[in-house]
Nanobody, 127 residues
Framework: QVQLVESGGGLVQAGGSAILACTLT????????IGWFRQAPGKEREFVAA????????LYAEFAKGRFILSNDNAKRSVFLQMNSLKPEATAVYYC????????????????????WGKGTQVTVAS
């Protein structure tokens, strides 16, 4: 059974950076697309970024382009989300999710496409 664990959240000053990690266990890491989502208090969960299995491609939300960077470490079975130039509105719980289904690239940002979710890690950006 797939298990996902996020780490790396915490308190960051506005303009600073944070690196989140998502570690997948229980199944072969390279079989899964990994997505990052976030949910702020009182708001719906929104897509941040995603990477295709085996690093075959990435997709970023508009707000993340140019500031957030995804990377893989297959040996660590992990996907990393580096977030730069953080703003207070980035304060949220960040979740990673995985899927092994086959679907179009443009659906990577759709939460229903994902089967497994981590418990999330809090990122707070102080102004």
């Amino acid at each position: 059974q797939v298990q996902l664990v996020e780490s790396g959240g915490g308190l960051v000053q506005a303009g600073g950076s944070a690196i989140l990690a998502c570690t997948l266990t229980g199944r072969p890491f390279n079989n899964y697309d990994i997505g990052w989502f976030r949910q702020a208090p009182g708001k719906e969960r929104e897509f941040v970024a995603a990477v295709r299995r085996s690093g075959a491609g990435t997709l970023y939300a508009e707000f993340a382009k140019g500031r957030f960077i995804l990377s893989n470490d297959n040996a660590k079975r992990s996907v990393f989300l580096q977030m730069n130039s953080l703003k207070p509105e980035a304060t949220a719980v960040y979740y990673c999710a995985s899927t092994d289904h086959q679907f179009g690239y443009w659906l990577l940002g759709s939460p229903p496409q994902y089967d497994h979710w981590g418990k999330g890690t809090q990122v707070t950006v102080a102004s």
